[in-house]
Protein backbone atom coordinates (compact mmCIF):
# COMPACT_ATOMS: atom_id res chain seq x y z
CA UNK A 1 0.00 0.00 0.00
CA UNK A 2 1.12 3.41 -0.95
CA UNK A 3 0.29 6.40 1.28
CA UNK A 4 2.14 9.01 -1.18
CA UNK A 5 4.81 9.05 -3.16
CA UNK A 6 7.57 11.16 -3.09
CA UNK A 7 6.47 13.84 -5.95
CA UNK A 8 3.57 14.46 -4.27
CA UNK A 9 5.66 14.96 -0.99
CA UNK A 10 7.92 17.60 -2.73
CA UNK A 11 4.79 19.20 -4.42
CA UNK A 12 2.94 18.95 -0.88
CA UNK A 13 5.66 20.67 1.31
CA UNK A 14 6.48 23.36 -1.72
CA UNK A 15 2.65 24.25 -1.54
CA UNK A 16 2.74 24.13 2.00
CA UNK A 17 5.71 26.51 2.31
CA UNK A 18 4.35 28.77 -0.16
CA UNK A 19 0.71 29.16 1.63
CA UNK A 20 2.44 29.59 5.00
CA UNK A 21 4.82 32.17 4.05
CA UNK A 22 1.64 33.90 1.86
CA UNK A 23 -0.59 34.22 4.61
CA UNK A 24 1.27 33.28 7.90
CA UNK A 25 -1.97 31.05 8.91
CA UNK A 26 -0.51 27.33 9.89
CA UNK A 27 -4.05 26.20 9.52
CA UNK A 28 -4.63 27.73 6.12
CA UNK A 29 -1.52 26.40 4.95
CA UNK A 30 -2.25 22.58 6.22
CA UNK A 31 -5.78 22.68 4.60
CA UNK A 32 -3.78 23.58 1.19
CA UNK A 33 -1.47 20.78 1.71
CA UNK A 34 -4.71 18.38 2.63
CA UNK A 35 -6.41 18.88 -0.54
CA UNK A 36 -3.50 16.87 -2.07
CA UNK A 37 -3.40 13.94 0.47
CA UNK A 38 -6.84 13.08 0.73
CA UNK A 39 -6.85 10.17 -2.18
CA UNK A 40 -6.01 6.68 -1.06
CA UNK A 41 -4.72 4.17 -3.45
CA UNK A 42 -4.87 0.53 -2.96
CA UNK A 43 -3.42 -2.07 -5.08
CA UNK A 44 -3.54 -5.99 -4.64
CA UNK A 45 -1.68 -7.69 -7.56
CA UNK A 46 -0.06 -10.43 -8.92
CA UNK A 47 3.08 -10.81 -10.93
CA UNK A 48 3.69 -12.75 -13.86
CA UNK A 49 6.74 -14.05 -15.45
CA UNK A 50 8.47 -10.73 -16.52
CA UNK A 51 5.71 -8.50 -14.76
CA UNK A 52 7.27 -5.50 -13.72
CA UNK A 53 4.80 -3.27 -12.16
CA UNK A 54 0.47 -3.73 -12.01
CA UNK A 55 -1.60 -3.23 -14.64
CA UNK A 56 -5.11 -3.95 -15.36
CA UNK A 57 -6.13 -7.50 -15.96
CA UNK A 58 -3.81 -8.84 -13.35
CA UNK A 59 -4.96 -6.11 -9.94
CA UNK A 60 -7.48 -5.07 -7.84
CA UNK A 61 -7.51 -1.37 -7.40
CA UNK A 62 -9.55 0.68 -5.04
CA UNK A 63 -9.11 4.73 -5.01
CA UNK A 64 -10.99 6.24 -2.39
CA UNK A 65 -11.12 10.63 -2.52
CA UNK A 66 -11.56 10.47 1.35
CA UNK A 67 -13.09 13.86 1.51
CA UNK A 68 -15.92 13.67 -1.31
CA UNK A 69 -16.45 9.91 -0.45
CA UNK A 70 -15.60 8.92 -4.17
CA UNK A 71 -14.79 5.19 -4.57
CA UNK A 72 -13.48 3.65 -8.01
CA UNK A 73 -13.00 -0.16 -8.42
CA UNK A 74 -10.71 -1.77 -10.43
CA UNK A 75 -11.39 -5.76 -10.70
CA UNK A 76 -8.96 -7.46 -12.86
CA UNK A 77 -10.02 -10.95 -14.78
CA UNK A 78 -6.72 -12.75 -12.16
CA UNK A 79 -9.69 -12.18 -9.61
CA UNK A 80 -13.09 -12.87 -10.81
CA UNK A 81 -15.24 -15.76 -9.52
CA UNK A 82 -13.37 -19.03 -10.62
CA UNK A 83 -9.91 -17.42 -11.23
CA UNK A 84 -6.70 -18.36 -9.95
CA UNK A 85 -6.45 -15.64 -7.03
CA UNK A 86 -9.69 -15.55 -6.46
CA UNK A 87 -9.42 -15.40 -2.89
CA UNK A 88 -7.38 -12.40 -2.53
CA UNK A 89 -10.28 -10.24 -3.26
CA UNK A 90 -11.10 -10.90 0.80
CA UNK A 91 -7.94 -9.72 1.45
CA UNK A 92 -7.76 -6.57 -0.73
CA UNK A 93 -11.22 -5.53 1.14
CA UNK A 94 -9.60 -5.92 4.16
CA UNK A 95 -6.81 -3.54 3.01
CA UNK A 96 -9.43 -1.00 1.80
CA UNK A 97 -11.17 -1.07 4.93
CA UNK A 98 -8.02 -0.98 7.61
CA UNK A 99 -6.27 1.82 5.40
CA UNK A 100 -9.53 4.17 4.89
CA UNK A 101 -10.09 4.23 8.44
CA UNK A 102 -6.41 4.23 9.12
CA UNK A 103 -6.00 7.75 6.90
CA UNK A 104 -9.23 8.77 8.41
CA UNK A 105 -7.55 8.61 11.59
CA UNK A 106 -4.48 10.17 10.01
CA UNK A 107 -5.99 13.17 8.62
CA UNK A 108 -8.16 14.05 11.86
CA UNK A 109 -4.83 14.12 14.29
CA UNK A 110 -3.10 16.51 11.55
CA UNK A 111 -6.70 18.67 11.61
CA UNK A 112 -5.73 18.13 15.43
CA UNK A 113 -2.28 19.47 15.65
CA UNK A 114 -2.82 22.05 13.16
CA UNK A 115 -5.76 23.78 15.01
CA UNK A 116 -3.28 23.51 18.09
CA UNK A 117 -0.28 25.08 16.26
CA UNK A 118 -2.01 27.95 15.06
CA UNK A 119 -3.73 28.84 18.29
CA UNK A 120 0.01 28.70 19.79
CA UNK A 121 0.83 30.92 17.06
CA UNK A 122 -2.02 33.06 17.40
CA UNK A 123 -0.72 33.83 20.72
CA UNK A 124 -3.31 30.78 22.59
CA UNK A 125 -2.14 29.59 25.44
CA UNK A 126 -0.31 26.14 25.53
CA UNK A 127 -2.42 22.90 25.35
CA UNK A 128 -3.51 21.62 28.25
CA UNK A 129 -2.38 18.07 28.65
CA UNK A 130 -6.11 16.49 28.81
CA UNK A 131 -6.13 18.36 24.87
CA UNK A 132 -2.92 16.61 24.08
CA UNK A 133 -2.50 15.30 20.59
CA UNK A 134 -1.56 11.27 19.91
CA UNK A 135 1.32 11.15 17.92
CA UNK A 136 0.97 7.34 17.64
CA UNK A 137 0.38 5.88 14.02
CA UNK A 138 -1.52 2.59 13.21
CA UNK A 139 0.28 2.77 9.50
CA UNK A 140 -0.85 -0.39 7.94
CA UNK A 141 1.83 -2.17 5.39
CA UNK A 142 1.44 -5.52 3.80
CA UNK A 143 2.58 -7.18 1.04
CA UNK A 144 1.81 -10.81 -0.76
Known sequence: M??????VSVTA????????????NFGDALVEVFSDLV???????????????????NRLKTTINLIDGD?????GSDFLPG???????????MQVEKGSETIAN???????????VTGLL????????EDSVDFSSDRIFSRV
Request: glycine fraction near 8%; avoid cysteine; hydrophobic fraction near 30%.
Open 106 to 116: NLKTLVNIGEK
Open 122 to 129: NGGSTPEP
Open 2 to 7: TYANSS
Open 83 to 93: SPYAELRGFHE
Open 13 to 24: SARFQSKLKETK
Open 39 to 57: QLEIVTWVAHEGDTTHRAG
Open 71 to 75: IENEL
